[in-house]
């Protein structure tokens, strides 16, 4: 791995992350910590995330906080983001993380299915801007990372309520980049190609999907959680202080 690059003003400041405790939110965590940030995190993985706290503190010296939550519940969202607050001050860099891109036949969608990947893939992302705004507001400005994906730009098929969701996330990025820019709050959406997390090498990297990567991508080397979390800490510095309502790729030259 090549040394991460270091943003001086990172430490200090007070992150929150979606989906925190394992995949590439885990990586985020990591980075964040790693930058003297404070960070908080929710996550249903409950054991991960408390392995990923132990781990951090011990390599760190400083203990991230993590908020056992279900995303799908917008009160206990919203109370996860002022915990945080309460705890490290005001959020200025909120990194909507998580997701679930679990594959479903379109013959089988029930509308009950439907709602619950957006209340998992799309919802939640409104509802931690809206409680972060006023809080990046106070404090002169802040940074919104949006998770999208690749895979609707590649028009990958067997997970429409995915992708229809994963496609509308930049259009959330614009509409909210207008409204909270006169605030100095920038709002980005980061699209991950295919990422070498646990989850997707159990379920999805087969040899036939190894192929698919190295046909698609320019660059051969697989794509790490770390190399996201490297594009996530310069859209939350002030290195990227005039970067707003953009899409930025990090796949390998896939898309
Ligand atoms: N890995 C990839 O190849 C890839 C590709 C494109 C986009 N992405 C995007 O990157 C982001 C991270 O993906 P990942 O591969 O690390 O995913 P992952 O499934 O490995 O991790 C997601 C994290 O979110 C948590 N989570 C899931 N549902 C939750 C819920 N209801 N409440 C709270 N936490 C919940 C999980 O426990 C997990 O820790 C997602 O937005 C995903 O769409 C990933």
Same mark, same amino acid.
């Given at each position: 791995m090549t040394r991460p690059a270091i943003y $001086? #003003?990172?430490?200090d400041r007070t992150v929150f992350v979606t989906g925190? =405790?394992? =995949?590439i939110g885990a990586a985020l965590t990591e980075a964040f910590v790693a930058q003297g940030a404070r960070v908080g995190f929710v996550d249903i993985a409950e054991a991960e995330s408390r392995a990923l706290v132990e781990r951090l503190e011990a390599a760190h010296g400083r203990a991230p906080l993590f908020v056992p939550c279900d995303i799908r519940d917008v009160p206990a969202l919203q109370a996860a983001v002022a915990a945080t607050a309460d705890a490290?001050? #005001? +959020?200025?860099v909120l990194l909507n993380n998580a997701a679930n891109d679990q594959r479903h036949a $379109?013959?089988? +969608?029930t509308p009950e299915y439907w709602d619950d990947r957006m209340a998992i893939n799309q919802r939640p992302m409104f509802f931690t801007a809206q409680a972060v705004r006023p809080m990046m507001a106070r404090a002169g400005g802040g940074s919104i990372v949006n998770f999208g994906s690749i895979s609707w730009k590649l028009g990958q098929g067997g997970m429409p309520a995915y992708t229809m969701a994963k496609a509308s996330v930049h259009g959330l990025t614009r509409g909210l980049a207008r409204d909270f820019g006169r605030d100095r709050i920038r709002v980005n959406t980061l699209l991950p190609g295919w990422v070498m997390t646990e989850r997707q090498l159990k379920l999805w990297v087969t040899p036939e999907a190894e192929k698919e990567i190295e046909a698609g991508q320019c660059i051969p080397d697989r794509l790490m959680p770390h190399d996201i979390a490297e594009m996530a800490l310069f859209l939350a510095? #002030?290195?990227?202080?005039?970067?707003?309502a953009q899409e930025f790729t990090v796949d390998g030259g896939w898309s």
């Open positions: $001086p #003003d990172l430490a925190g =405790g394992s =995949g490290f001050g #005001d +959020v200025t $379109p013959e089988t +969608v510095s #002030d290195a990227a202080k005039m970067c707003t």
